[in-house]
Structure formats: structure tokens, C-alpha cells
């Protein structure tokens, strides 16, 4: 149980474009979802915490209006990396939050833009 | 703001050894949670740790939630190839509204055949 998945799991677009990554719950809901974005050999590092029916709640120096993001249902949140740029080549993860706070994560989606 | 500090930041071993990492933080968390990273894969859950004192173990994995709330342990006995990887800890404050998980810098794990 508690699986995560991430669609696509590598992406590469042309800088300018735009670029929609989804992540599902597969066998529970999921009323917050969390988005990550991880440099290589480092941590973690959140970008934003998304619940079900509301506006995400962006961390601090994250650009809301450059990485969208939509939790239509329980079961399913979107991150839109608007009008990319090389720098956002990355490698992004999504998780869900189970029954007592533990996130489970997808397997993530690398991202370059070229 | 909360930050954890995991040590070693890696290490490196001979099949067989038995591995031990630690976090320690200056704030108090109620859940204690660990994840092990593969290359270009996201973080699998190993061990949820909700009561201080908790021992729990998964396999050769064994895991403890300190008795101050301010740390935690992973050990894991007779490594073998498959446990390389990268190893997070992750502190949660386990109350309503605060869904943010505060993650430790990680231990990256290799193992020599």
C-alpha cells in the first residue's frame, strides 16, 4: 500500500516552455501532497505543500506564479513549471502524506531544459 | 528554524559491517521517520518512529526515537550491496497544521564487495 506515482518520470523542453508533471496517490487519498525539488547530492528541499481544494502554500523564495500548482482531488496534484529556463533543470518529487504525518514519495521526474 | 543534524554525511564499509547513523536536532519532534534514497529514484519510508523510547526494526534495519525527543538512530546489521544508497532522517511535529517534515542532510552509504 501507500504508493506514489509520478508522470513523467524525465522531461526535456525547450527553455520558454512549459512543462506539467503529475503526481497520484494510487491506493489511498491523499488530502496534502507535498512538492520537492532536489539539487544533485543534496537534501530535499520543499517547494510547496498542496491540499486538496486550496490554494498550495508556497515556501519562502519559491515563485508561485512559476510553479503552479493544482490538487484537484485526493488522489491527484499537478506542478506546472511555467516558461522554463535551464535553471530549472532539476529533479523534482512529490509526496503524499498517510495516516500519521510519514510522506510517501513518488519516484520523481527529471526535468531539463534545454 | 528547525534544522537536523545527520551524521556521518557518508561512509564507507566492507560487506558485512554493521552501519550506524544518527540525527540529533535542537527541537523537540514527535515523529521520527527514515528514508533511504536510491540514484534517480525518490525516498522510500524505512522506519516511522511516533513514541519516544520506540525501538522498531524492519529486517537487519533497527531504528530508535529518543528518550529527549531530540534524536534518533538507524542501524543496519550485516550490509549487504543493495543498502547503498542514500540514507535521509526526517523530523516531523506531529500536530495538526504544521504538514511540514524537516529532513536531515543524509548519509550516503557505499559498501565495498
Known amino acids: 500500500g501507500a504508493v506514489v506515482s509520478q508522470h513523467p518520470s524525465w522531461v526535456i523542453c525547450k527553455s520558454g516552455t512549459s512543462v506539467k508533471i503529475e503526481c497520484r496517490s494510487l491506493?489511498?487519498?491523499?488530502?496534502?501532497m507535498f512538492w520537492y525539488r532536489q539539487f544533485p547530492k543534496q537534501s530535499l528541499m520543499l517547494m510547496a505543500t498542496?491540499?486538496?481544494?486550496?490554494?498550495?502554500?508556497?515556501e519562502q523564495g519559491v515563485e508561485k506564479d512559476k510553479f503552479l500548482i493544482n490538487h484537484a482531488s485526493l488522489t491527484l496534484s499537478t506542478l506546472t513549471v511555467t516558461s522554463a529556463h535551464p535553471e530549472d533543470s532539476s529533479f523534482y518529487i512529490c509526496?503524499?502524506?498517510?495516516?500519521?504525518?510519514?510522506?510517501?514519495f513518488g519516484p520523481g521526474t527529471r526535468l531539463t531544459v534545454t | 528554524g528547525q534544522q537536523l543534524n545527520q551524521s556521518p554525511q557518508s561512509m564507507f564499509i566492507q560487506e558485512g559491517e554493521d552501519v550506524s547513523m544518527n540525527c540529533t536536532s535542537s527541537s523537540i519532534f514527535n515523529t521520527w521517520l527514515w528514508y533511504k534514497q536510491d540514484p534517480g529514484e525518490g525516498p522510500v519510508l524505512l522506519i516511522a518512529?511516533?513514541?519516544?523510547?520506540e525501538l522498531t526494526s524492519n529486517g537487519r534495519l533497527t531504528a530508535q526515537f529518543g528518550i529527549t525527543r531530540k534524536d534518533s538512530f538507524l542501524n543496519i546489521s550485516a550490509s549487504i550491496p543493495s543498502d547503498v544508497g542514500i540514507y535521509f532522517c526526517a523530523g516531523h511535529l506531529g500536530i495538526q497544521g504544521a504538514q511540514k517534515l524537516v529532513f536531515g542532510q543524509g548519509t550516503r552509504l557505499t559498501i565495498n564487495p
Open positions: 518512529l511516533y513514541k519516544a523510547g
Open positions: 498542496s491540499n486538496e481544494g486550496s490554494k498550495a502554500t508556497y
Open positions: 491506493d489511498f487519498q491523499a488530502t496534502t
Open positions: 509526496s503524499a502524506t498517510g495516516t500519521y504525518y510519514e510522506q510517501y
